[in-house]
């Protein structure tokens, strides 16, 4: 167990929709980042939010688009889904923005049909 | 752009086997990670390597840094049925982790 924790696990989109997935970072942790995990791939890096604010983006769309809240849970947005975005999608959360270790939660599987 | 290549991409090995699994890339890294990721669950943290060179033990895993930290390896002894899983090489460059392709192993009773 991480202490990360991401909701939903499970979720099917239809093509042009939006979607917005949950991560709640391990406590005392102030830095969330966002992976994207293709099948058969590695984690692909979206971007990283520090203390609410963006702190690194990795080449994604601007339709992926995030948040970090006062109590370091964070949101990310991807609207306009086309069927590409369907992967894995991976919160890592870290103490803080200095190369510490990052732990993942168990993800949020999307499925754009 | 995949910075960190992984080799091989598969194995499939009997329980008891030995193998070693490749991490490479032209770039360099201040600290270069293993993770072993299992179906349905995100990569857990296997080790983290800092300094050019170094070896680090855990249990029947060992794990080596390349001199110019580019490079790593991951060795396992004596294969068990619960090492199968996707191991994971990331590289820490700036406010990212680059990953490998990752090497999906299947150990046979």
């Known amino acids: 167990e991480t202490g990360v924790t991401q909701s939903p696990t499970h979720l099917i989109k239809t093509r042009g929709q939006q979607v917005t997935l949950r991560c709640s970072s391990q406590?005392?942790?102030?830095?969330v980042s966002w992976y994207q995990q293709a099948l058969g791939q590695g984690p692909q890096f979206i971007f990283q939010?520090?203390?609410?604010?963006?702190?690194g983006r990795g080449n994604f769309p601007p339709r992926f688009s995030g948040l970090q809240f006062p109590n370091y849970s964070s949101e990310l947005n991807v609207n306009a889904l086309e069927l590409d975005d369907s992967a894995l999608y991976l919160c890592?959360?870290?103490?803080?923005?200095?190369?510490?270790?990052?732990?993942f939660g168990e993800g949020s599987w999307l499925t754009v049909v | 752009t995949q910075l960190l290549e992984q080799s091989p991409q598969f194995l499939s090995i009997q329980e008891g086997e030995n193998l070693t699994v490749y991490c490479n890339s032209s770039?360099?890294?201040?600290?270069l990670q293993w993770y072993r990721q299992e179906p349905g669950e995100g990569p857990v943290l296997l080790v983290t390597?800092?300094?050019?060179?170094e070896v680090k033990k855990l249990k029947r895993l060992t794990f080596q840094f390349g001199d110019a930290r580019k490079d790593s390896s991951l060795h396992i002894t004596a294969a068990q049925p619960g090492d199968t899983g996707l191991y994971l090489c990331?590289?820490?460059?700036?406010?990212?982790?680059?990953f490998g392709t990752g090497t999906s192993l299947t150990v046979i009773p």
């Open positions: 890592a959360s870290s103490l803080d923005i200095f190369g510490n270790t990052i732990y």
């Open positions: 406590s005392g942790h102030n830095t």
């Open positions: 939010y520090y203390r609410e604010e963006e702190n």
């Open positions: 770039s360099v890294f201040s600290s």
């Open positions: 390597v800092v300094t050019g060179g």
């Open positions: 990331a590289g820490e460059g700036g406010n990212q982790f680059y």
